[in-house]
């Protein structure tokens, strides 16, 4: 089991709008954090659901920093954004 | 991508939706070193101890949980037995410690601090008879000091004269704390076999076993159980039931193995256990009532409710068994009704009673776990309940306790609120016929058959 303490998993979910992945990732870019994979789908009609890992070994920021970073950046949209070390889901995940 | 979307957002949907969370980080330090016969210097080295091992518990945790989306609803000590601590049999002794142990607790963060516990399951020390003694004080003046009395084991027996003096001191607590409706008793458990890395309160005590210093782990997420039940439909028999309860057991003990690794490291102490107790809270959904009524009962009481526990609770073992190797403390699911907002509507409508409780707690841990009975309860049917239940765990192996309060002034139709985690209970029934003269007789109930147990 790769352990990478650096590894992150951004998840939003919401209302479907126009842009969404581009101000996400615009905010990630400005913090100096490398998206390295990316899911995104919209669920049934109009529910936007993505899924994001990324690297942060290169941003200072702390998790609550990044968390307030990407609300901010999509603060007039309905979405839900949550920031956590990727390590949560290789625990509950994988054996 | 390393993990799936649906990986990922069933792990948001249990933190968002089933609230999954870590229930405790309880940090356990050992006080062997701090014993002292002059009750101000133990004092004073047990405050230091407790601020010089817990100061960083509450950052750290909040760290952890900010780096994982994993909330750590408490952070909480325990303490080695304060019986083995305090080496004089003056009760002052006993509340002087105490009082000191109450004001570190508060001065690091914690809600509660266990280790006001004494070990009497086969008799009593001229210490054990002060730290009962100066126990309703203790309780009453004290916000956050929890106190536990080992009264029965499978290889002692039952203490009946233990479990007699401890009738008469609920009532003496619950008198004190009247105006809060008796809430001094919300912080005493009465244990059989008792498990020594518990790290749930109020009958957390950090056992002589243990190492100077670890982090135990209660998680919990009963909504999260219910989830994966209720997802199967109505249609699914028992056994596939069982089967969901075992996964989504297996990914919530993964989630408090890494917080508990993690909090340990961040302390540099050893990571003692984790504990695979579903526990319950007054909130919304996060209620071990609900996963039974999910199961199929009408309410938690019905019959059947003894089968369901069963099975829920030897579900969510197996599952954790293999997601940590760390496993201990109680480790069952927990049933408190003031706690539970399932138990307290059912024991609102009499649809669970003390005596089915009693039933039920013989397949699950830990017992009549905050329970709310007529004020006018005397302290010999205080002792014959509590001693029904410490034969409860006496003959099976297994840890079982009482917590209960005698509500002063309150009977029958009446309610009790203690607020926050303690939650609000309906008076509950007690039976009205006398077990005064089994009580009185006094004495120690034999260890029961180890062998020849068909």
Redesign the interface.
């Known amino acids: 089991m790769g352990k990478n303490k650096k590894s992150i998993?951004v998840?939003v979910?919401g209302k479907d709008e126009v842009g969404i992945v581009a101000k996400i990732a615009t905010a990630l870019a400005e913090k100096s954090i490398n998206i390295i994979?990316?899911?995104q789908?919209i669920l049934g009609d109009e529910i936007f659901?993505m899924?994001l890992?990324a690297d942060r070994a290169n941003s200072s920021l702390?998790?609550?920093e990044i968390t307030a970073k990407l609300k901010e950046a999509v603060k007039d949209m309905s979405l839900?954004v949550?920031?956590?070390?990727?390590?949560?889901?290789?625990?509950?995940?994988r054996v | 991508?390393?993990?799936?979307?649906e990986?990922?957002?069933?792990?948001?949907g249990m933190i968002?939706e089933g609230k999954l969370d870590i229930r405790t980080v309880t940090l356990g330090i050992s006080l062997l070193d701090c014993s002292d016969p002059n009750p101000a210097a133990c004092a004073r080295k047990v405050r230091e101890k407790i601020l010089a091992r817990g100061e960083k518990l509450s950052d750290k945790a909040d760290f952890v949980a900010?780096?994982?989306?994993?909330p750590i609803v408490n952070k909480r000590i325990s303490l080695t037995p304060l019986s083995l601590v305090v080496p004089v049999a003056d009760p002052a002794a006993f509340l002087e410690v105490a009082r000191a142990v109450d004001l570190a607790g508060e001065e690091i963060g914690v809600n509660f601090v266990g280790g006001y516990t004494a070990m009497i399951q086969k008799g009593e020390t001229a210490i054990d008879r002060a730290l009962i003694a100066a126990m309703p004080e203790v309780l009453a003046t004290t916000q956050r000091f929890c106190a536990s009395v080992v009264l029965a084991t499978t290889r002692a027996g039952i203490n009946m004269d233990g479990c007699y003096t401890m009738g008469r001191m609920i009532k003496d607590i619950a008198a004190r704390t009247a105006d809060q409706d008796g809430i001094g008793c919300a912080k005493l458990v009465l244990f059989a076999n008792p498990v020594e890395d518990n790290p749930f309160m109020a009958g957390a005590f950090y056992g002589i076993g243990e190492s100077e210093s670890s982090i135990l782990v209660g998680v919990s997420g009963p909504g999260v159980i219910r989830r994966a039940i209720e997802k199967l439909g109505p249609a699914a028999d028992l056994g596939q039931v069982a089967e969901a309860i075992k996964k989504s057991a297996f990914?919530i003990t993964?989630?408090g193995?890494?917080v508990g690794k993690e909090m340990a490291r961040q302390l540099g102490v050893s990571f003692g256990n984790l504990d695979l107790s579903l526990a319950p809270t007054p909130a919304e959904g996060d209620s071990v009532g609900q996963v039974l009524e999910t199961m199929g009962l009408a309410m938690p009481g019905a019959p059947g409710s003894t089968a369901a526990l069963m099975m829920l609770n030897d579900a969510v073992k197996k599952g954790g068994l293999f997601a940590s190797s760390s496993v201990g403390g109680l480790s069952g699911a927990f049933i408190p009704v003031s706690e539970d907002a399932s138990m307290i509507e059912a024991a609102k409508v009499g649809a669970i009673t003390i005596e089915k409780l009693e039933a039920m707690t013989s397949v699950c841990s830990v017992g009549l776990d905050m329970i709310a009975v007529p004020g006018s309860t005397s302290a010999e049917t205080l002792a014959a309940i509590i001693a029904d239940e410490m034969a409860i765990g006496c003959a099976n192996h297994k840890t079982t306790a009482v917590r209960i309060i005698p509500a002063p002034g309150k009977d029958i139709g009446d309610f009790v609120h203690f607020g926050g985690l303690l939650g609000e209970a309906p008076i509950m029934a007690v039976s009205r016929i006398s077990a005064d003269n089994f009580v009185r007789r006094g004495g120690r109930i034999p260890a029961p058959l180890q062998a020849l147990r068909n």
């Open positions: 998993v998840t979910i994979d990316i899911n789908k659901a899924t890992l702390s998790l609550p839900n949550t920031v956590q070390d990727s390590e949560v889901f290789q625990y509950m995940h | 991508m390393k993990f799936s979307n990986e990922i957002l069933e792990t948001i968002a900010n780096e994982y989306g994993l990914k993964r989630a193995e890494l």
